[in-house]
């Protein structure tokens, strides 16, 4: 691979992040509470080492799965315009994998933080 390819796909994926970031308020408020997330679990939980893995993973998780969920929404939505049920039914789901990756992650960093105390 070129220097030049491998700069051209930092390039085109620095595009998406910032188009779902503009586009997405979703992913925004995601952005927002990952960042505050991280920020309390260096500052005011001092987090270990495995125990800001564990977090900074579990934020990545829910962006990244927003990302993909807005990736296949915005596909459907090219594809059939009608909003077929089908779509409805795979927009749902993804929508709802959104909500379990935030959810499981919500439960983790809250168990580190009971670890705490």
């Not at 990736?71 to 459907?76: D, G, P, Q, R, V």
């Amino acid at each position: 691979m070129s220097i030049s390819k491998l700069l051209n796909s930092f390039k085109y994926a620095y595009y998406g992040l910032r188009q779902v970031f503009l586009e997405e308020q979703n992913f925004q408020l995601h952005t927002i509470v990952g960042v505050v997330v991280i920020l309390l679990s260096i500052f005011k939980f001092n987090f270990t080492a495995i125990e800001l893995s564990l977090t900074l993973i579990c934020v990545a998780l829910v962006l990244v799965t927003e990302i993909i969920n807005t990736a296949i929404e915005n596909t459907w939505d090219h594809l059939e315009p009608n909003h077929h049920p089908v779509v409805k039914s795979v927009k749902d789901m993804m929508a709802g994998a959104v909500v379990v990756v935030s959810f499981f992650s919500a439960i983790v960093w809250i168990l580190l933080i009971v670890n705490k105390f």
